[in-house]
């Protein structure tokens, strides 16, 4: 089993809070060359290190005449953890304790002594050891793996079309339909991805998936990792 940091938005934190989020669609760096290409796993290799790669294939009568050179899946594999990484603040503790953060800082390196963004608080005011006053969030690329406070665990790992999202793997990335229903902010962008002009979780996603990765990246259409996961409540959180 291994752990490993994966970025995740405000939105994205509070809806996996929230029990709506159970899946994430990260873009593969390694594409097909051509539509022709399929994907292929190692499952049996007389080397050790290839057993559970990926690589992309084109096949005739003869069998395998152009490949791909082989990956791994950077996010892990089932069983495999995945520690959130979002945009936080910490540690952070009152004036009184900080002879005994001197003493022992590991002991405040833990979630309690952070605050996060994705919680809908004000950025957090502290001052530095040198007594400079801060107001400011920390981004989540720079969060340490003590100050995470959500673990997953992958459940399953597929990969498909973007565009190939189903309604309930939509939901199950987090779209709230009941909130989408009230509003209305969304109507224009969403209603245009079917013929009902109702907002679809699919619709929801696309204008999502946009917001993130730019304009053309839904029409891009790349072939995307699909992590399953679910949330372990209680962590041993490290300390590095």
Known sequence: ?????MIFNGEMVRAILDGQKTQTRRIMQVQPDTPEFGLRRIIESSIANEIGMYFWSQEDARGIKARSK??????????????????????????????????DSSKFKRPEFCVYKADGKPAP???????????CWRPSIHMPRWASRILLEIT??????????SETDAEAEGIDMEALF???????CIAGHNMTGRPTATGAFKYLWESIYGSDSWQTNPWVWVIEFKRIERDDHATD
Do not use: K
């Open 1 to 5: 089993m291994t752990e490993r940091g």
């Open 70 to 103: 082989q990956f791994f899946c950077p996010f892990g594999d089932v069983g495999d953890r995945i520690w959130v990484r979002e945009t936080f603040q910490g540690p952070l503790f009152d004036f009184e304790q900080m002879e005994a953060y001197q003493y």
């Open 182 to 188: 009230d509003s209305q902010d969304c109507y224009d």
């Open 125 to 135: 005011e502290f001052f530095d050891a040198d007594e400079n006053l801060h107001c």
């Open 156 to 165: 399953d790992v597929r990969v498909e079309r973007l565009n190939s999202i």
